[in-house]
């Protein structure tokens, strides 16, 4: 069955540092998406990304995110200097073209520790 | 603005008695409604979704849920709790026309106990 894959499932960096998730979105999909999690709170809307650009992002989507989509295959999410409060999982989730309400597909999670 | 309360941060239930999640929301537009479990290190995996077809929406591993729009509701339920549904649940909704940016609930943690 096809999947949604996330590497690495754990980082841990020191803060002020970039950190680059990366994510292998089902390969016939064309909505890619980031979402968080921070321990103890709700899963948290990041931004989605469609037709090689972003579609739509909330208030935690600064100028210190980015997401990319290098080639065919990856979608990546990159913090250029991570905070404390960056402490996170980050989920990616991807969609398949036609119906606007049709299923996400999440992966298993990345989970950054900032120290 | 939509948004979605799960009225529960825990429940606790014993192995084969029924399971009620409960979940309401508020949208101004129709809604899609989902619920997602999620098991420990594990990612979020879709129980079921309704998407305005009926109301009475039947999912993976025995669950299901209905949406009633009077009461703005969509509790999820499963007659028979097993060891292997202990799990955090998450109800979700998003509309047409909103991108499907999903908005989550806090979440319900299911325990079952022997």
């Known amino acids: 069955e096809p999947e949604v894959t996330q590497t690495p499932s754990h980082q841990v960096t020191q803060m002020g540092q970039e950190v680059i998730l990366r994510c292998v979105p089902i390969?016939?999909?064309?909505?890619f998406y980031w979402y968080r999690q921070i321990l103890g709170q709700k899963v948290e809307f990041l931004v989605s990304?469609?037709?090689?650009?972003?579609?739509?992002k909330s208030e935690i989507f600064d100028d210190q995110f980015s997401v990319e989509r290098p080639d065919g295959s990856n979608f990546t999410l990159k913090i250029r200097s991570t905070k404390l409060e960056d402490s996170a999982m980050y989920f990616c989730a991807s969609k398949e073209a036609g119906a606007r309400t049709g299923e996400l597909f999440f992966g298993e999670g990345s989970r950054l520790t900032v120290l | 603005a939509q948004s979605v309360t799960q009225l529960d941060s825990h429940v606790s239930v014993s192995e084969g008695t029924p399971v009620l999640l409960r979940c309401n929301y508020s949208s101004s537009y129709s809604p899609s409604l989902f619920w997602y479990v999620q098991h420990p290190n594990k990612g979020l995996q879709l129980l079921l979704k309704?998407?305005?077809?009926?109301?009475l929406v039947k999912g993976i591993n025995g669950f299901e849920a209905e949406f009633k729009k009077s009461e703005t509701s969509f509790h999820l339920t499963k007659p028979s709790a097993h060891m292997s549904d202990a799990a955090e649940y998450f109800c979700v909704v998003s509309f047409t026309g909103g991108g499907n940016k999903l908005t989550f609930g806090t979440g319900t943690q299911l325990k079952v106990e022997l």
């Open positions: 309704y998407t305005s077809a009926a109301t």
């Open positions: 390969s016939n999909h064309l909505y």
């Open positions: 990304f469609y037709n090689n650009e972003i579609s739509e």
